[in-house]
């Protein structure tokens, strides 16, 4: 398959494991394929705000790093998303760090934002900016799903679900796939039961 410029639209709560390890199969596949990533916010908080879940699940879910991205995205423009994302998911995922506010002024602090950001964790002003963000990716693959959504030639998918990353070239074959069933007109999934979690090596 030949390469062309691509863009993929990327939407992600950092909370989430999955679309952490997806996020980083994306930055494997800018370094092997001519493709920029875009990140965009959801809010798995709200998405399952009238959903039945399990409680210890739902104890996990949070309003306050996605608001913080939100504001940095304010006042610092959206392509700040792409760095505040990697410094917040190294802490959350990598080294198992929780969601505080300390751990989120650290993470500002790397990608060289004020850590006055941290503030908007507990005001929900931008909650509607979120909602709207959340909305453009979700309302293409529907709300039965979660994190991540991917949007490449014009076509939305949720996922893909993988662990451990992909890493060079074989980042570059699945990326290739995905672009090849983005075109196939009425391609909507391939699924297995998942039988193992996360790892992000």
């Not at 409680?55 to 760095?83: F, S």
Request: charge should be negative.
């Amino acid at each position: 398959m030949p390469d062309r410029t691509s863009t993929a639209d990327f939407w992600f709560d950092p909370a989430c494991p999955w679309a952490w390890i997806a996020s980083r199969w994306m930055k494997e596949v800018e370094q092997v394929r001519d493709v920029t990533t875009d990140f965009h916010l959801m809010c798995l908080a709200y998405l399952n705000q009238d959903k039945d879940v399990d409680e210890d699940y739902r104890k996990k879910l949070d309003w306050g790093p996605v608001r913080v991205c939100q504001a940095a995205a304010e006042a610092h423009g959206d392509e700040v998303l792409d760095r505040l994302y990697t410094e917040l998911g190294t802490r959350f995922h990598n080294q198992g760090l929780d969601k505080s506010r300390e751990t989120i002024e650290e993470a500002l602090v790397a990608t060289g934002l004020p850590t006055d950001l941290a503030e908007a964790m507990d005001d929900d002003s931008r909650d509607g900016a979120i909602k709207k963000s959340h909305h453009a990716g979700m309302d293409q693959v529907g709300m039965e799903v979660g994190t991540p959504v991917i949007a490449v030639e014009g076509v939305a998918f949720f996922g893909p679900v993988v662990t451990p990353i992909p890493r060079g070239e074989e980042a570059g074959r699945l990326w290739d796939g995905v672009r090849l069933v983005a075109g196939v007109e009425g391609f909507y999934e391939l699924k297995r039961s998942r039988s193992v979690g996360p790892t992000f090596d």
